[in-house]
């Protein structure tokens, strides 16, 4: 009971919060709803399109990332955005971004490939066929994408993540690139064993996380950075890992990592 009431307020202060501010939102990016049968709801979707979309023919890659709410505007952001579209207009990166809004109570569920003893959730395999098999086909018939593994990115941190990982090793044919930031790989020992037991990985990978996180963050990563070395050869060059110093577990460190992770994986 005291759980649910500590949730009700935390909702009220986060509305009074988006209320309050202005909205930071570029003008390429917009928001459609659409059902997710494999999740029994409908999702709000974020979509930004490159600065010259409309005015070429051309196709572009595409990279499906986590909790939209943080991605693109301060007003819907929790404690911070990622600040992907000024980012990305910036740089002027020629790429489509599908930002797919988060379950809220849900999330963890969502967001998590295998459940853990204390926290529960498990649902991730629901909402990545829900990307793979819904979202991503209206996105390819719909808007100019390269739909091929090697344009495909997913991309997320924390629980965002563990299942962008996850996606890649689940889905080695849809997405080709993911990017992981402060992933929560402690969830699970499973996504450890996953990767010992898989075929050769191709994707490229690019890990971030701040020496501030927690005590276990940069040890994990290295884990994984070391299974990913026996799984494939170093000298491929297909992961990349960057510690942040004094980097902590927050939008700050995402936000100021995305740009040069993006210019990697693409």
């Known amino acids: 009971m005291l759980r649910l009431l500590l949730f009700s307020v935390i909702i009220l202060l986060v509305t009074l919060k988006l209320h309050a501010q202005e909205s930071t939102l570029s003008k ?44 693109f505007d301060k007003k819907t952001s929790f404690v911070g955005e990622w600040n992907v579209d ?49 979202l991503k086909p209206h996105i390819d018939s719909n808007y100019r994408t390269k739909t091929k593994a090697k344009n495909t ?36 020992d499973k996504i450890y064993e996953m990767t010992e037991k898989s075929d050769k990985i191709k994707a490229k990978i690019y890990f971030l996380c ?19 070395d026996k799984n494939r050869c170093y000298c491929l060059h297909l992961d990349k890992s960057v510690i942040v110093k004094e980097g902590e577990h927050n939008e700050k460190l995402w936000r100021e990592g995305f740009a040069e992770a993006i210019k990697w994986l693409l």
Request: net charge negative; aromatic share 12%.
């Open 86 to 134: 000024e980012t990305l207009d910036s740089l002027k990166a020629k790429v489509i971004v599908v930002g797919i809004e988060h379950g809220n109570e849900k999330r963890l569920d969502e967001l998590t490939p295998f459940p853990n003893e204390k926290y529960g959730g498990g649902n991730g395999d629901a909402y990545l066929e829900f990307i793979v098999k819904t």
């Open 153 to 188: 990115i997913i991309f997320g941190s924390s629980l965002g993540g563990l299942i962008s990982y996850y996606a890649v090793l689940k889905y080695p044919e849809v997405f080709g690139k993911a990017g992981v930031f402060s992933p929560s790989f402690w969830f699970s």
């Open 210 to 228: 701040g020496d501030k996180e927690s005590d276990e963050m940069v040890a994990e990563v290295k884990k994984m950075e070391i299974l990913l």
């Open 28 to 71: 390429n990016v917009s928001t459609f709803v659409i059902d997710a049968p494999q999740l029994k709801t409908k999702k709000k979707i974020w979509l930004y399109l490159p600065e010259d979309y409309k005015t070429s023919n051309k196709k572009y890659p595409v990279i499906y990332m986590h909790d939209a709410q943080n991605l």
